[in-house]
């Protein structure tokens, strides 16, 4: 009888795990539809061309090496090895807590919720470098990134792997529930390094300093894409929680899916609230924005606040979002979607807020792991976009850029029929 409990919730963590894998995945139509719409007509398909192109060389990269590195496994060119039902079985007979206790579920499904996170964390670089940016000067980059760079900041993190042999950062008390950090401020982090070496769009910013407002091209694309981001996420948080075949790993999801909705319902009305406040408007971009900052708020850790604290949190981030992307305007950093502000500066805020609920985590462990994921994850990048500027150059020609991108560097246009250079 045991053994029949055993088979059904390995077979439910492990379809659980696969179902909140695949929701992830489909955060990767979130982004294509989020910076399509933010960016003008002209630089439509390359866009989508870059967020399927990243997609498809992040689940290479981490198969053939990214895994091996992050978890110390097989490089999985052999295959994934078919799982040992007696060795499952006997370590499941010798859990003095039975069936309830340990992480049950498939290699295989491991790999492909880990899989769908680097792609995600990959896609937070293409926004931030839209519509001036080489496509295969952003491909090569993605083949390090995805392949290197974050699978060995994911080793000091969730792997567990000190840092240089010098520290471990889970026993200075860092915690980063569904990554907050490890992926959104790390894709942050590398997309400011590139941002910075490429420089702003034409246009973007004059020469006494004034800030000119580039408008997006499709808002209800860009809608769509924050729903479907929205959605997603709760397979990014939820599937967190590793397991569900048993009352309190259940209730643990249903918690996270609660404060995950809650955190972006209140980065949404935060931050429309104060850009109706201080343009006297209601900005639709930074509604958008606001509800994107909720989410990377409380994925640090939504397990433990209540749901007042994850809408306060989310309502935190979606304020701090909005004065983050006016002040890299100020600075003249250009993102024209703001994926710098949302998962980069909204990030390290959500690695801050977790020691406000979990108790295991302290302010200083979160700081020194936030310092470690962004000094790593910014030189190596800057290093990296700099030998692709120095050997193949990573900005397309001015030429190109007024034409937009869609022309050069794919040579179909996303509305043939209406295009304009804008």
């Not at 492990?14 to 992830?24: E, Q, S």
């Not at 097989?74 to 007979?93: M, N, Y």
């Not at 295991?360 to 030998?387: D, E, H, K, Y």
Request: with cysteine; aromatic share 12%; charged share 10%.
């Amino acid at each position: 009888m045991e053994q029949n409990i055993f088979h059904l919730q390995y077979a439910m963590d492990t379809f659980y795990f696969l179902v909140c894998g695949a929701l992830v995945m489909w955060m990767a139509a979130g982004f294509a539809m989020l910076e399509a719409g933010l960016v003008r007509s002209k630089n439509t398909t390359e866009i989508l061309t870059k967020n399927v192109a990243l997609f498809a060389i992040s689940c290479v990269m981490y198969l053939v090496v990214g895994y091996s590195i992050m978890y110390d496994g097989s490089l999985f060119l052999s295959g994934i090895e078919a799982v040992d039902e007696a060795a499952v079985l006997a370590d499941f007979a010798a859990r003095e807590d039975g069936f309830v206790g340990g992480s049950i579920y498939s290699g295989a499904s491991d790999f492909f919720f880990q899989v769908v996170f680097v792609a995600t964390a990959m896609s937070i670089v293409s926004g931030a470098v839209a519509e001036r940016m080489k496509l295969w000067a952003f491909l090569a980059f993605a083949v390090v990134m995805t392949g290197f760079i974050y699978p060995m900041e994911g080793a000091w993190t969730w792997g567990g792997a000190s840092v240089f042999g010098l520290y471990t950062l889970g026993d200075l008390g860092f915690s980063d529930f569904a990554g907050s950090g490890i992926v959104h401020m790390a894709g942050a982090s590398a997309a400011l390094a590139g941002v910075l070496l490429l420089g702003a769009r034409k246009g973007k910013y004059t020469k006494d300093g004034k800030v000119n407002a580039i408008p997006g091209a499709n808002m209800p694309m860009a809608t769509l894409g924050t729903f479907i981001l929205w959605m997603g996420w709760f397979g990014f948080n939820g599937g967190s929680v590793l397991k569900l075949g048993d009352i309190a790993n259940a209730n643990s999801v249903a918690m996270v899916f609660l404060n995950t909705n809650a955190a972006a319902a209140g980065g949404s009305i935060a931050a429309l609230a104060l850009s109706a406040l201080l343009f006297k408007k209601a900005d639709l971009t930074m509604a958008l924005n606001g509800a994107l900052a909720g989410l990377v708020a409380i994925t640090a850790e939504p397990s433990t606040p209540t749901a007042l604290e994850a809408t306060l949190f989310g309502a935190l981030g979606g304020i701090l979002v909005v004065g983050s992307i006016l002040a890299l305007d100020k600075l003249k950093i250009d993102d024209p979607v703001g994926a710098i502000s949302v998962h980069g500066v909204v990030g390290l805020l959500g690695l801050l807020l977790v020691p406000l609920t979990n108790d295991g985590a302290s302010f200083s462990g979160q700081l020194i792991g936030a310092a470690t994921i962004f000094v790593w994850v910014f030189v190596t990048s800057f290093i990296v976009w700099s030998i692709l500027k120095a050997v193949i150059g990573i900005r397309v020609t001015e030429e190109q850029e007024y034409e937009g991108v869609d022309r050069s560097e794919c040579g179909v246009e996303a509305y043939p029929e209406f295009v304009s250079n804008n």
